[in-house]
């Protein structure tokens, strides 16, 4: 590999790294569009997501200077216009306004997205979609996402009361997931299943008190998961309209939080459905 040029800063104030300054100020306002990808297994994502026809891209990289010999395997995935910027310690905590033990950052951008009505459309015809409907926690946007890169699920699809999965936060909770599962925010709960169900989806809510045990499941060509919010669930009109499905558990407890209860259930979905190895 030939060595990758670096550029070195020694000011907190460089405008050149502008986008990195402050980022939890700027996670909660928001980057127009672009996100900020943290740590070594993000970074690794990205890379692998960029130029890969997903929309993905990375634009700038900045790097505490003594990670760079750690990563530049990773640095070499990247093109050679996506410039790299090293920092010492104190210049780099300065930017980012706290401690980053991690030393990796990325800025990324994710270009226009695609709509549902394209991502369902070019769905194969045996395939599994997680649906979340008003998700507002990042941790449990993340732990969806990992889940439905974990048991094999062809999308997700996030109503437009859901939280942005490209909150820094929600990408590290998702290990990268987020940067390589195609996906699409938008529209209400009851267009998106809607559009689902014209597509031929079977549709299962998953409810403490849904009607059928998850590992009883029929499987069918092409399914969906649907999750709600913790504490208020899935609304009654999904439930009425839609298949409903509970977890078995032990008595005295409300429900599993999302991201487990979601692990529980895509496994289930995934296995009867053939799409697990062994």
Not at 42 to 51: C, D, E, Q, S, T
Not at 151 to 174: H, I, N, Q, W
Request: charge should be negative.
């Amino acid at each position: 590999m030939s060595e990758r040029k670096l550029i070195a800063i020694e000011d907190p104030a460089d405008p050149r790294i502008a986008e990195f300054s402050q980022i939890r100020e700027r996670d909660l306002t928001g980057r127009a569009g672009g996100f900020i990808a943290e740590g070594t297994v993000v970074l690794r994502m990205l890379a692998a997501a960029h130029g890969a026809g997903l929309g993905i891209r990375a634009e700038k990289l900045l790097l505490l200077r003594n990670r760079v010999e750690g990563v530049a395997d990773l640095l070499a995935a990247f093109p050679e216009d996506v410039p790299v910027y090293v920092a010492e310690t104190p210049v780099l905590d300065a930017i980012a306004g706290f401690h980053l033990h991690r030393g990796v950052l990325a800025l990324g951008r994710r270009d226009g997205g695609g709509s549902v009505d394209a991502l369902v459309g070019a769905l194969p015809q045996e395939a599994l979609v997680l649906v979340g409907c008003g998700i507002s926690n990042h941790d449990n946007i993340g732990a969806l996402f990992r889940n439905a890169a974990g048991f094999g699920a062809d999308a997700v699809l996030l109503d437009e009361t859901c939280c942005d999965p490209l909150y820094r936060k929600a990408l590290r909770v998702s290990v990268g997931s987020v940067l390589t599962m195609p996906y699409a925010r938008e529209g209400s709960s009851e267009a998106l299943l809607g559009r689902l169900a014209a597509a031929g989806f079977a549709i299962w809510a998953l409810s403490p008190g849904g009607e059928v045990e998850i590992g009883e499941i029929a499987p069918e060509g092409r399914m969906a998961l649907v999750m709600g919010t913790e504490g208020e669930g899935l609304p009654q009109a999904i439930l009425t309209r839609f298949h409903t499905a509970r977890i078995a558990q032990m008595p005295g407890l409300d429900s599993l939080n999302v991201g487990t209860a979601s692990g529980i259930a895509l496994y289930a979905m995934a296995k009867a459905m053939g799409r697990l190895p062994g």
